[in-house]
């Protein structure tokens, strides 16, 4: 573990490579890799590819080059930024929401928003990921997800040798509920169950806690950079009932598997 002035050093660092948008040897010109994209590739590269070269959308890499220009000149930002790091090295109980997490992987610029991170005794030892869905069970790439947002505070120069996730999934009605923001109180009471179940004031939340595992993680990254990287093409899915549900590219996607099965309107599709 860096000391709390090392670590600013670094983060600052990176924020200063992504504001100089350098020439890139990645797929697509990228200079900064999002988390949430990267986890996406577990759900069907392909679309990831399509989104890159259809989307008209600003991605987060834009905005996140905007809001790096911003930092560098925005000295409030930087104190508020340094304000959380002398929290956090205090060694006292922090939680933070909406944490931005930077570091390098061979070579590469992994960024990403964290739902929250708590600290004690100056390290991470839990990371709430939020999903909203009717299926209120967790997928790899919600795994993958919360898995990199571990790895980036490791980069960062935190110890995460204590440190779990929690998938919290609840259905989207559930989104707005205040009873959610008192998850983490629920969950560090609790923090040896594998799973819990929490009483929303709109429904139930799923909780599935798990232990950050660095090999894995950093062997699950490597997989997703060879697409970045040019080493392989992108990867589709497997999975007819993803393809059936995606209604951006289903109808234009040379690897659509709806392009094989003569699919009946009553097929029910089941999207893993």
């Avoid at 929303?200 to 232990?211: D, S």
């Amino acid at each position: 573990m860096i000391g709390m002035k090392d670590s600013l050093v670094r983060f600052d660092q990176l924020i200063r490579e992504i504001a100089a948008k350098e020439e890139s040897r990645l797929r697509f010109k990228a200079n900064v890799l999002v988390v949430s994209e990267i986890a996406q590739q577990y759900y069907c590269e392909k679309k990831v590819e399509m989104n890159r070269t259809h989307g008209e959308e600003e991605t987060f890499e834009m905005k996140l080059g905007k809001e790096a220009h911003e930092l560098l000149l925005k000295e409030t930002v930087k104190v508020k930024r340094e304000e959380l790091w002398r929290k956090i090295y205090s060694g006292k109980p922090v939680a933070a929401r909406e944490m931005l997490l930077l570091g390098k992987h061979n070579g590469v610029i992994i960024a990403g928003v964290a739902d929250a991170v708590v600290f004690y005794g100056g390290f991470p030892i839990f990371l709430f990921e939020h999903k909203f869905s009717n299926k209120q069970v967790p997928f790899i790439d919600h795994h993958v997800q919360a898995e990199l947002y571990c790895y980036l505070l490791h980069l960062m120069g935190w110890d995460t040798s204590k440190l779990k996730y929690a998938l919290v999934i609840a259905p989207p009605k559930c989104r707005d509920d205040k009873e959610l923001r008192k998850i983490s109180s629920y969950v560090l009471q609790q923090p040896r169950e594998e799973k819990l179940r929490v009483k929303l004031q709109t429904g139930n939340a799923n909780i599935y806690i798990n232990g950050f595992d660095m090999r894995k993680t950093i062997n699950e990254l490597d997989w997703a950079l060879g697409f970045w990287t040019q080493e392989r093409p992108a990867k589709p899915t497997t999975k007819i009932g993803k393809c059936a549900a995606c209604q951006q590219f289903k109808e234009i996607c040379e690897s659509s598997l709806l392009r094989s099965f003569n699919l009946n309107r009553n097929t029910s599709l089941e999207v893993l």
